[in-house]
């Protein structure tokens, strides 16, 4: 089955810096790749999310990068803010079902 | 709003006794719910795909007698945890597919004493 690696697995970053997490998949039939903001004791929040066919995808200070042939996708948040500060987690999906990273704590200090 | 309502958000029960979970669509048909379970600090882990009118697929290792799983309608599956055991406790939490993104319920917080 599918396996998701996701580093690092802490991240800490002073305000207004920029954080990266990066994933790699094993599954090169993974079609969907969606990043989730979970809060504690909540549902996963999607993010951003990128498919097969797309290199990269940007939505005002969130970015995600794909590239297929490494089987690797990474997370960019620039100018961090407080709120920022959550678990985050990589998916790969395969006939919609969800392989999840083991997720990155981000902590942004003021 | 929420398109996928999960039911209930928290509950206690003694060992030895079943507590059924409902997940249900709310303005959409899903006839392949999934099953995750989160312990704490950890990540999400599938545990069974639910199939709307047939068997669920279980991921390996997950107990398809101890996690029994039912998806009666394309609106509602249910996981009965059976024979509850305090290493059940988790946060347990479904997901559909809603066109190309997935949407998950509110989770079930489920504590074993």
């Known amino acids: 089955g599918e396996n998701v690696e996701q580093h690092p697995s802490t991240l800490s970053v002073q305000e207004g810096d920029s954080a990266v997490i990066k994933c790699t998949y094993s599954?090169?039939?993974?079609?969907?790749f969606p990043w989730y903001k979970q809060e504690l004791g909540k549902r996963p929040q999607l993010i951003i999310d990128i498919r097969s066919n797309v290199g990269e995808k940007k939505d005002q200070r969130i970015a995600v990068t794909l590239n297929k042939t490494a089987k690797h996708f990474s997370l960019h948040i620039t100018e961090t803010q407080p709120e920022d500060s959550a678990v985050y987690f990589c998916a790969a999906s395969v006939d919609y079902k969800l392989s999840f990273g083991a997720g990155t704590t981000v902590t942004v200090r003021a | 709003g929420a398109v996928v309502s999960q039911h209930p958000s928290r509950v206690i029960c003694k060992s030895g006794t079943s507590v059924k979970i409902e997940c249900r669509s709310l303005d959409f048909q899903a006839t392949t719910m999934f099953w995750y379970r989160q312990f704490p600090k950890q990540s999400l882990m599938l545990m069974a795909t639910?199939?709307?009118?047939?068997?669920?697929?279980?991921e390996q290792g997950v107990e398809k007698d101890k996690f029994l799983i039912n998806h009666a309608s394309l609106t509602l599956s249910t996981l009965t945890v059976t024979s509850a055991h305090p290493e059940d406790s988790s946060f347990y939490i479904c997901?559909?597919?809603?066109?190309?993104?997935?949407?998950f319920g509110q989770g079930t917080r489920l504590t074993v004493v």
């Open positions: 639910s199939n709307e009118g047939s068997k669920a697929t279980y």
């Open positions: 599954d090169s039939a993974s079609n969907y």
């Open positions: 997901s559909a597919f809603r066109g190309s993104e997935a949407f």
